[in-house]
C-alpha cells in the first residue's frame, strides 16, 4: 500500500514535471515569437521612416525649385514694372518740359499782347486827332454841323456797305451751291468705287446630263404621257433634241426652272418614271428648295448683321436668290444696295443700320409670287407692314421707286443707292428685263380670268400653258376661256410671232388603301 502511494506520488510528481516543462517551452517559443515581431515592425518602421525622409527630401527639392521659380518671376514681373514706372516718369518730365515750355511761350506771348494794345492806344489816340481835325476842317468847307455832317456820312456808308453786302451774299451763296454739288459727287464716286460686285447674268434655260441615251425614252413615256406630266406639275418646257448627252430644261423664271432641274436628276438616277413619280418629287424637289432658300435667307440676313427679321422676310429673302432683274441677282443687288447705302449714311452722319435695314428691304417685294397682283414696291410695302417694320423701312421700301410721298431722308438715301447699283456698268441688261416684262405680262393676263389656277409660260413666251379645275370650267366654258385669253394677250400684250394657248382641265380622284 504505501509502495503504491509511493508509485502514484513519484507519478504526479512526474506529471507535474512534464506538465512545467511543457509550459516552459510554450513560453519561450511565444517570447521568441513576440521578439520576431518586434524586430520585424522595427524593420517595417525603419523602411517607412527611410521612405518618408526620401519623400521629404523631394518634396522639399520641389517647394524649393518652385519657390524659386515664383521669386523668378516676382523679380522679372518687379523689373517690368520698375521699367514702366521709369518710362511713365520720363513720359511726365517730357510733358513737364513741354508745359514749361508752353508758360514760357504763353508768358512772352502775354507781353507782347501787353505791348500791342499799348501801341494799339496810342494809334487810337492820333486817329481820334486826325478825325477830330478832318471833321473841323470839314465843317468849315461844307458848312454843314458835325451831326449833320455825320448822318450823310452814316447814310452813305450804309448803301456802300449794303450794295457789297449783297455782291458779297450772291457770291458766297455761289460759291457754297458749288461746293455742295463738288461734295456730293465727290461721295456718291467714293461710294460707287468702294463697292463691286459680280455681274450675273440671267440664263433661261438649263441642261440635264443622261447618263444613257435609252433614258429619253423614259423621259417622254407612253404616249408622251410623262413629259406632259412633267411639264404640267413644274411649269417648265422640256426639250428632247438629237443631242446625245443631255436634256434642256426651259423657263423663264429661275426658281420654277432649278425645282425642274433638280427633280429631273432625281428622276434620272431614280429610274422610276411615271406620272405618280414625277408628281411626288417635284413636290419634294419644291420642299426641298424651300427650305433651301430659308437657309440661305437666315444665313445672308445673319451676315448682314441683323438678327430681328420676321421669319417669314427671311424665309421671302431666300427665294431672291432664284429672281433676277436685268440680269443682276436680286441677293447681290439687295447686298450691293444696302452698302451703297452704310457709305452714303456714314457721309451724311445718319443712322447707319437703319440705312442698311431700308437698302437691305428694299426689293423684297420680288420674291413675292409673280402671280400675285401689284408692283414689287407695293407688295413688299404691305409684308413690311404685316411683319412689323420701322414705318422709315416701309416708306423706303414704298417709295424708293418714286410711287408714293418720300417721307424720309433715309428713302432717298435708298433710290440713290438703287440706281447706282442698277447704273453700274455691266450690271443690268435692257434686253433680258424686257423679256421678263414680256413674260410676266403675258402670266398676269391669263391669272386675271376667273377659275384659272397655274400658269406657266413656255418656249421664251411663245406658248402659255394654263390649268383649271374641271369641277369649276365645263368643257364648253373652256374652249370660251381660251378664246378670251388669246384675244385679251392680242390686245394687251406686245410679242414677236404668235403665242400658243394651251388650256388643260384636271380632274383628280383620290382614294387609300388601308
Known sequence: MDTLIIALS?????????????????????????????????KERDAILAEANLKAQDASKTLKKTLEKEHQQSLKQLQKKENEADKRFDMIDRKREKIDQKESELVSREKELDHNKIAIKEKESDLDRIIKKEQDELSKISGLSQDKAKELLFEKMKNELGAEAKSSLAKHLSQLQEEAEGKSKKILLDVMQRLTHDVTTEVTTANVDLPKEELKGKIIGKEGRNIRAFEQESGVDVIIDESPDYVVISCFDSYRREIARRSMEKLLKDGR?????????????GDDIDEETRKVGEQTIIEAGFTNIHPEIIQLFGRLKFRHSYGQNQIRHALQVMELCDYIATELKLDTKLARRCGLLHDIGKAVDQGTEGSH?????????????????CNAIAAHHEGVEVTSIYTTITAIADAISAARPGARKEST??????????????????GVNKVYALRAGRELRISVD??????????LLTRDIAKSIEQEATYPGEVKVTLMRETRYIEFAR
Do not use: C
Request: aromatic share 10%; hydrophobic share 45%.
Open 273 to 285: 418614271i411615271h406620272p405618280a413619280r414625277i408628281e411626288e418629287v417635284i413636290r419634294e424637289t
Open 377 to 393: 414696291p407695293d407688295l413688299g410695302y404691305h409684308l413690311a407692314k404685316k411683319y412689323g417694320e420701322n414705318e422709315i423701312v
Open 470 to 479: 374641271a369641277g369649276e370650267i365645263s368643257e364648253q366654258d373652256g374652249v
Open 433 to 450: 428685263q424686257k423679256y421678263f416684262e414680256r413674260i410676266e405680262n403675258l402670266e398676269n393676263i391669263a391669272y386675271s380670268f376667273k
Open 10 to 42: 513519484a507519478a504526479f510528481a512526474l506529471l507535474g514535471v512534464v506538465f512545467w516543462v511543457i509550459t516552459v517551452m510554450k513560453m519561450s517559443r511565444s517570447k521568441f515569437e513576440v521578439e520576431k515581431k518586434i524586430l520585424e515592425a522595427e
